[in-house]
């Protein structure tokens, strides 16, 4: 890994980018490089064949300043201590820009959960819950899903927890099952979010997205994907609008879907073994009942061509979407980036040096910390709902999730222009400046 690629290097860089322009103290400046807390632990895990093997996993808790720490969990076999660093880092600014109540935290456990057998995750999600029992709660530190881990990981954490605990604790664990307390909704919510700002930076750059009366009779319930937003009386699509998806699991597929019903054409997809285009369009429906089926987008038959995980990157559209990992837009493919609009429902997808690249091309950025976060926006409604005990439709969450974004959206927009900056720059100026705000009115104790 290299200084460029460090995504814990990249973290600390864009804060240093920040600070200059909000002439933060020094101190806080400082302080807000750098996580709080962070937990290393190495666990035995009894395998199937009865080995016993040692993992290694992380949890880092990087501000609590505006509240407890938030923040998935990843399984796979290239977690790094920096790389849940800068994750830890970029989700306390996530919170802090779509402004609830969180600091940011991440965890994960090296392994490769596509090698290993249910009986065997249970083991080691069980195991790790244990280990890092001592930092989470709902009170200190609440984790979700995020890379290879789902509701049945979720739902493990919680009753090892709850077991440790002595009684049910749903407040310990978002992301979980509907059945022991999760929200309606959540499943959705990170590409939901995706698309709510899609739609406004289009709106930005007057792109023609309409509200036919024909699409205002369709929003009328509770069906979770095609108007069902909380666009009553609106109906909104974005009819033809092209759109590209590198990353084809949870955040992507779903953006794939609801995009494809709002009328866009998604045209090229791809996933960690291949891709496929069709400029004529992917019949979504098909594409993902075929990766259910097959593991992989690769050789659908919908499509007229195949292509490489990261080519899909490099088609014409007017929408692309890094849905995968860390680093895939760089300075080697910046120049072959031929889109209006890049919208990171990945976290770090995009380098520094290829960020400066996409503004000075007037390629509009919808970054990572604002276009994934109805993930851990619809993960705090889990919560809030949680501790009640009291739980929303699924109208009620989309509703308040589309609120949410769509504020933070014009926040981040209003400060990009006011600093004549790009989006990014003003979704970190705006985060940041909460965070700081919070810091130096709690002040510093003792």
Same mark, same amino acid.
């Given at each position: 890994?290299?200084?460029?690629?460090?995504?814990?290097?990249?973290?600390? *860089?864009?804060?240093?980018?920040?600070?200059?322009?909000?002439?933060?103290?020094?101190?806080?400046?400082?302080?807000?490089?750098?996580?709080?807390?962070?937990?290393?632990?190495?666990?035995?895990?009894?395998?199937?064949?009865?080995?016993?093997?040692?993992?290694?996993?992380?949890?880092?808790? *990087?501000?609590?300043?505006?509240?407890?720490?938030?923040?998935?969990?990843?399984?796979?076999?290239?977690?790094?201590?920096?790389?849940?660093?800068?994750?830890?880092?970029?989700? &306390?600014?996530?919170?802090?820009?779509?402004?609830?109540?969180?600091?940011?935290?991440?965890?994960?456990?090296? !392994?490769?959960?596509?090698?290993?057998?249910?009986?065997?995750?249970?083991?080691? &999600?069980?195991?790790?819950?244990?280990?890092?029992?001592?930092?989470?709660?709902?009170?200190?530190?609440?984790?979700?899903?995020?890379?290879?881990?789902?509701?049945?990981?979720?739902?493990?954490?919680?009753?090892?927890?709850?077991?440790?605990?002595?009684?049910?604790?749903?407040?310990?664990?978002?992301?979980?099952?509907?059945?022991?307390?999760?929200?309606?909704?959540?499943?959705?919510?990170?590409?939901?979010? !995706?698309?709510?700002?899609?739609?406004?930076?289009?709106?930005?750059?007057?792109?023609?997205?309409?509200?036919?009366?024909?699409?205002?009779?369709?929003?009328?319930?509770?069906?979770?994907?095609?108007?069902?937003?909380?666009?009553?009386?609106?109906?909104?699509?974005?009819?033809?609008?092209?759109?590209?998806?590198?990353?084809?699991?949870?955040?992507?597929?779903?953006?794939?879907?609801?995009?494809?019903?709002?009328?866009?054409?998604?045209?090229?997809?791809?996933?960690?073994?291949?891709?496929?285009?069709?400029?004529?369009?992917?019949?979504?429906?098909?594409?993902?009942?075929?990766?259910?089926?097959?593991?992989?987008?690769?050789?659908?038959?919908?499509?007229?061509?195949? !292509?490489?995980?990261?080519?899909?990157?490099?088609?014409? !559209?007017?929408?692309?979407?890094?849905?995968?990992?860390?680093?895939?837009?760089?300075?080697?493919?910046?120049?072959?980036?031929?889109?209006?609009?890049?919208?990171?429902?990945?976290?770090?997808?995009?380098?520094?040096?290829?960020?400066?690249?996409?503004?000075?091309?007037?390629?509009?950025?919808?970054?990572?910390?604002?276009?994934?976060?109805?993930?851990?926006?619809?993960?705090?409604?889990?919560?809030?709902?949680?501790?009640?005990?009291?739980?929303?439709?699924?109208?009620?969450?989309?509703?308040?999730?589309?609120?949410?974004?769509?504020?933070?959206?014009?926040?981040?927009?209003?400060?990009?222009?006011? *600093?004549?900056?790009?989006?990014?720059?003003?979704?970190?100026?705006?985060?940041?400046?909460?965070?700081?705000?919070?810091?130096?009115?709690?002040?510093?104790?003792?």
């Amino acid at each position: 890994m290299t200084e460029e690629t460090n995504p814990f290097k990249i973290a600390q *860089h864009q804060i240093d980018l920040v600070a200059k322009k909000l002439n933060l103290k020094k101190g806080i400046h400082e302080f807000l490089r750098w996580p709080q807390r962070e937990l290393t632990v190495n666990f035995p895990v009894r395998m199937d064949n009865g080995e016993i093997k040692t993992f290694t996993g992380y949890r880092v808790q *990087h501000n609590s300043s505006r509240g407890p720490c938030k923040g998935g969990i990843r399984y796979h076999p290239d977690v790094t201590l920096d790389e849940v660093r800068a994750l830890a880092t970029w989700m &306390t600014w996530k919170c802090a820009v779509v402004n609830i109540p969180y600091g940011g935290a991440k965890g994960g456990v090296i !392994c490769n959960p596509k090698e290993m057998s249910m009986g065997e995750l249970e083991r080691l &999600t069980r195991r790790f819950a244990s280990e890092i029992s001592i930092i989470i709660g709902p009170e200190k530190d609440i984790p979700a899903p995020d890379v290879y881990t789902n509701a049945q990981t979720m739902a493990w954490i919680m009753d090892t927890y709850s077991m440790n605990k002595g009684y049910s604790v749903p407040g310990v664990i978002t992301g979980k099952p509907i059945s022991i307390g999760g929200s309606l909704g959540r499943r959705e919510a990170t590409a939901r979010g !995706c698309m709510f700002t899609i739609r406004e930076a289009l709106k930005k750059m007057d792109y023609k997205v309409i509200a036919p009366e024909k699409w205002k009779a369709e929003c009328s319930g509770d069906d979770g994907r095609n108007d069902c937003d909380g666009d009553e009386g609106t109906g909104y699509r974005i009819d033809n609008a092209t759109v590209s998806i590198q990353g084809f699991g949870n955040a992507g597929s779903i953006a794939a879907d609801l995009l494809s019903h709002k009328g866009a054409k998604i045209i090229a997809v791809s996933d960690s073994k291949g891709g496929v285009i069709n400029k004529n369009g992917i019949d979504v429906d098909k594409l993902i009942v075929y990766k259910s089926t097959n593991g992989s987008v690769k050789g659908f038959e919908g499509a007229n061509e195949e !292509c490489g995980t990261r080519d899909v990157l490099e088609v014409e !559209c007017d929408v692309l979407i890094p849905a995968a990992l860390e680093n895939q837009i760089t300075e080697e493919n910046v120049d072959n980036i031929k889109t209006k609009i890049v919208a990171e429902a990945a976290n770090g997808p995009t380098t520094p040096p290829a960020d400066k690249i996409l503004f000075e091309k007037k390629i509009f950025m919808i970054p990572d910390v604002l276009a994934n976060a109805g993930g851990v926006t619809v993960s705090y409604f889990e919560w809030v709902q949680g501790l009640q005990q009291f739980f929303w439709s699924e109208r009620d969450v989309n509703v308040k999730l589309r609120d949410i974004i769509v504020k933070a959206f014009g926040d981040v927009y209003k400060m990009s222009q006011e *600093h004549q900056v790009d989006m990014r720059t003003g979704a970190y100026m705006v985060a940041v400046q909460r965070v700081a705000d919070a810091m130096m009115t709690r002040g510093i104790f003792p």
